[in-house]
C-alpha cells in the first residue's frame, strides 16, 4: 500500500463545477503539500497544512489529521485549472523528506 | 527575486555517457532538494543538501549517482554512465533557512533527461 493515495485517478469536469481531490495517507506526518503540474511540467506549491484549512483565491485545502485525510476543492472551476493535481506528506522529524502521491489529473471543459 | 532556476531543461545523452544538472535556488535559499519523476510515476525524493553538506541521500540510487551543493555556484546532480532507465524529469526545490519541516518548497521547471 501506498503511503499516500489519491482519488479519483483521474477527473473531468464542466467549467464552473465544484470539484473536490482527495488525499489519505498513512503515516504520522508534519505537514502535507498540495502541488499542481501544469501540462509543460513546471511545479507550483500551492499550499502546506498542518491542520484545520486555508484559502487562496478559488482553492481551498483541508486536512483532518485524526483521519489522515486531506481534500482539494475548487470553486467555480475553469479550463485553466486542467493540471495534475499532487499530495505530498513530510513524515515527522528535523530532515524529513516528502512523500508524494501519484497525482490526480484533471481536466476542465469549457 | 528570480524563481529556480534548471537548466538545461533538455538534456539528451547516449548510454555510457555523463549528465549533469544544475539548480541554483530561489536567492536567500540554503536548502536544495531533488526529485525524479519517471514516466508516468510520482515524484520521488532523491537528495537533500544544504550548502557544502548531504543531509539525507536516501533515495539516491547507490551507484552513478552524485549531488553536490558547492559553497559557491549551483547545485549539481550528476549521473555517470547514463542508462536508457535514467530517462525522467528531474526537479530540483529550495527552501529558506529555517529548516524543511515547516519550509513551503519552490520548484524548479525541471531537467528532462532523455537516454538514447
Known amino acids: 500500500k501506498n503511503e499516500v493515495e489519491q482519488s479519483p485517478q483521474n477527473l473531468t469536469a464542466q467549467e464552473g463545477e465544484f470539484i473536490t481531490i482527495n488525499c489519505s495517507y498513512s503515516v504520522g506526518i508534519s505537514a502535507l503539500h498540495w502541488l499542481q503540474q501544469h501540462p509543460g511540467g513546471g511545479i507550483v506549491s500551492l499550499f502546506m497544512?498542518?491542520?484545520g484549512k486555508k484559502k487562496h483565491g478559488r482553492l481551498i485545502a483541508t486536512i483532518n489529521i485524526q483521519e489522515k485525510h486531506s481534500s482539494l476543492h475548487i470553486t467555480a472551476s475553469h479550463p485553466r485549472d486542467s493540471a495534475v493535481y499532487i499530495c505530498?506528506?513530510?513524515?515527522?522529524?528535523?530532515?524529513?523528506?516528502?512523500?508524494f502521491g501519484k497525482g490526480i489529473t484533471l481536466s476542465v471543459r469549457p | 527575486n528570480a524563481g529556480v532556476m534548471q537548466n538545461p531543461r533538455h538534456l539528451v545523452r547516449r548510454r555510457g555517457q555523463e549528465a549533469r544538472l544544475r539548480c541554483s535556488p530561489m536567492?536567500?535559499?540554503?536548502?536544495v532538494y531533488w526529485y525524479r519523476q519517471l514516466p508516468e510515476e510520482g515524484l520521488k525524493f532523491m537528495v537533500y543538501?544544504?550548502?557544502?553538506?548531504?543531509?539525507?541521500e536516501s533515495g539516491m540510487p547507490k551507484e552513478r549517482f552524485s549531488a553536490e551543493f558547492p559553497k559557491e555556484g549551483p547545485s549539481i546532480l550528476r549521473i555517470q554512465q547514463v542508462v536508457r532507465g535514467d530517462s525522467a524529469a528531474y526537479f530540483c526545490?529550495?527552501?529558506?533557512?529555517?529548516?524543511?519541516?515547516?519550509?513551503?518548497?519552490?520548484f524548479g521547471p525541471g531537467t528532462r533527461l532523455t537516454v538514447l
Open positions: 543538501l544544504q550548502k557544502e553538506n548531504i543531509i539525507d
Open positions: 526545490a529550495s527552501s529558506p533557512v529555517g529548516g524543511p519541516s515547516t519550509d513551503t518548497q519552490y
Open positions: 536567492k536567500g535559499h540554503s536548502h
Open positions: 497544512l498542518s491542520s
Open positions: 505530498a506528506v513530510r513524515s515527522r522529524g528535523a530532515n524529513s523528506k516528502l512523500t
